[in-house]
Nanobody, 119 residues
């Protein structure tokens, strides 16, 4: 079992920055692919950025060049640096930890943190 605790959300104005953090409870954090997802009311949760155990990253097209995902395995923490924020980035952001081992998938979610960008 992996417990994830997000922090760093808040209310900012267009063009400002925020850094989200997600602390994982488990010492085997390093073998998980970590991701940040976001969700707005009435819409499906969508992947914003992910980082594999080998630090390969992937980003949603609309955040490329503005958001950066990183991980610190020594601290069991993944970060999402969000720059040049736009009102359309407003959402609840969720941290995800995922590991696929053969036919078994372990998938864990944090409780979410609200990000609001005012225009």
């Amino acid at each position: 079992q992996v417990q994830l605790v997000e922090s760093g959300g808040g209310l900012v104005q267009t063009g400002e920055s925020l850094r989200l953090s997600c602390a994982a409870s488990r010492s085997l954090f390093s073998i998980y692919t970590m991701g940040w997802y976001r969700q707005t009311p009435g819409k499906q949760r969508e992947l914003v950025a992910s980082i594999t155990s080998g630090s390969t990253t992937n980003y949603k097209d609309s955040v490329k060049g503005r958001f950066t995902i990183s991980r610190d395995n020594a601290k069991n923490t993944v970060y999402l640096q969000m720059n040049s924020l736009k009102p359309e980035d407003t959402a609840v952001y969720y941290c995800n930890a995922k590991r696929v081992l053969g036919a078994v998938t372990n998938n864990y979610w944090g409780q979410g943190t609200q990000v609001t960008v005012s225009s």
